[in-house]
């Protein structure tokens, strides 16, 4: 197994397609983003596929990843976007004494 290197091919392997069609899912149903007629005088902002192969703890391969990701090095603040998201949070450990 390797991970593909364009679009026509990880449409080819029913794994791959499989991540990419769950990661538009998991987009979509969570509200990340949707589809608007482009402004006049904007530009797009492009966007990209990132696989990677997970692997588990006994070396096997677990799932297939695939992730949509935005070309941040296009983005202008204030122009093309307004707000940042992630889905990551940082949580906070009180000590008590």
Request: proline letters at 3%; glycine letters at 10%.
């Amino acid at each position: 197994m390797s991970i593909q290197k364009t679009i026509g091919d990880a449409l080819a392997h029913l794994g791959w397609h499989q991540a990419m069609l769950d990661e538009i899912s998991v987009l979509q149903n969570s509200g990340t983003w949707e589809l608007v007629p482009l402004p006049f005088g904007k530009s797009v902002v492009g966007c990209k596929w990132v696989f990677a192969i997970k692997v588990g703890p006994k070396g096997t391969i677990d799932r297939l990843e695939a992730r949509l990701v935005a070309k941040g090095y296009t983005h202008i603040f204030g122009l093309d976007y307004g707000d940042t998201f992630s889905q990551w949070q940082r949580w906070l450990l009180f000590a008590y004494s």
